[in-house]
């Protein structure tokens, strides 16, 4: 049941997209306070260090812009939340849905398959290489 595989490469656009969208907003919610901020107190290296690479990550991959090294670098950061987050809060208890890491473990994946498959079309890099879409 191939229906869908037409649109195979439009339907993984669609996922870098959202995926750099929604990433985006995680870090305008700890860089800029917005969607409810972050807690008070959260250390600074969270704010800054992860709010920034959400922040910037994201873009770069919603736009397709050096997407493969940004989801890289943005699956290692969610990599490490999913760890000091939930992990080890947790007890060391590995199970995203009793540590309530799914979202820090689902960005992890998504990213490094993005940042193995790289923009893709409907990206800046495309663009720049004069790919049509």
């Not at 305008?28 to 306070?33: V, W, Y």
């Not at 008070?40 to 800054?48: C, S």
């Not at 690479?53 to 736009?63: A, D, K, Q, Y």
């Not at 890491?101 to 800046?124: D, K, N, P, Q, R």
Request: proline share 5%.
């Amino acid at each position: 049941m191939g229906f869908l595989k037409p649109h195979t490469e439009r339907i993984y656009a669609l996922l870098r997209i959202m995926s750099g969208f929604m990433f985006t907003l995680h870090g305008t919610q700890k860089l800029f306070g917005l969607f409810g901020g972050v807690p008070a107190g959260a250390p600074a290296f969270i704010v800054y260090g992860a709010g920034g690479i959400e922040f910037v990550g994201g873009v770069l991959i919603l736009l397709g812009l050096f997407a493969s090294p940004a989801a890289f670098i943005s699956s290692g950061t969610m990599a490490v939340a999913y760890f000091m987050g939930h992990v080890i809060p947790a007890q060391w208890n590995i199970l995203p849905i009793v540590n309530k890491g799914e979202l820090a473990a689902l960005y992890c994946f998504v990213f490094l398959y993005i940042a193995a498959h790289g923009s893709g079309i409907w990206s800046v890099d495309a663009a720049r290489r004069g790919a049509k879409s």
